[in-house]
């Protein structure tokens, strides 16, 4: 394996609002994404804004699920970052878009920690990535 | 602003191992950089794997920061995802860098959440980025 780990990031767009929205819920879907992916949660934490908004994560054995909700906009940026290949990331991602009522998804998968070193690159080395 | 989110994520390698490997250190290293950047904390959680290797996150009011750590590797995969232009991210991660004896870092920045609806594209796009 060239990598460490695997790292979905996901806007998910045209949501259904009231359902970004709800803390609650969003803890109950991404807790069974997490078992649908095959993960191993181990610790937990969501957040409620006022007006609106919910912010969580789900460490996992395998690093982590988190989301991040703009009710206003219908938007939610989903992060789905495994190790191993072991996990379903997809199978997951399709069961949130189903919960979430989401109608366009961009999904942008960055590979993370190269495994092998040394590594020739310069000390500093950044790159800009729209994601639309 | 034509972006919701601004997300960097940051390949730490050659870093210095036993702090990798020290969940208290990292705790600290983390909620100073959260407050150097000027970003509010809500929650945090933190986990120590066996034998080796820590998984961390802080939500705060405007996003995340998080990190994994492989001490095998003297690898870390951080990563500070914040929203508004008030966060200091370049100054949170210059701060994690010193701490850590980071000796080799690469940044990838993604931008989260067109801001712009409707939008022009297709129902799912997919794209690879791989960090070296």
Known sequence: MDYLGNH??????ECNSS??????QLERVLEDAVRISGATPLKSSFHQFAPQGVSGFIIIAESHFSIHTWP????????????????????ALDFI?????VKTVTVTEIKRGN?????????????????F
Chains 1, 2 share one sequence.
């Not at 206003?72 to 199978?91: M, P, R, V």
């Not at 878009?97 to 009522?101: C, G, V, W």
């Open 8 to 13: 979905l990031l996901v806007e998910l767009y």
């Open 19 to 24: 359902k970004l929205n709800d803390q609650n």
């Open 72 to 91: 206003e906009f219908g938007y939610a940026a989903l992060d789905i970052f495994t190790c191993g290949d072991s996990i379903d990331n997809k199978k």
């Open 97 to 101: 878009e189903s919960e979430l009522d």
């Open 115 to 131: 495994a092998h070193f040394p590594l020739k690159i310069n000390k500093k080395v950044s790159a800009q990535v729209g994601v």
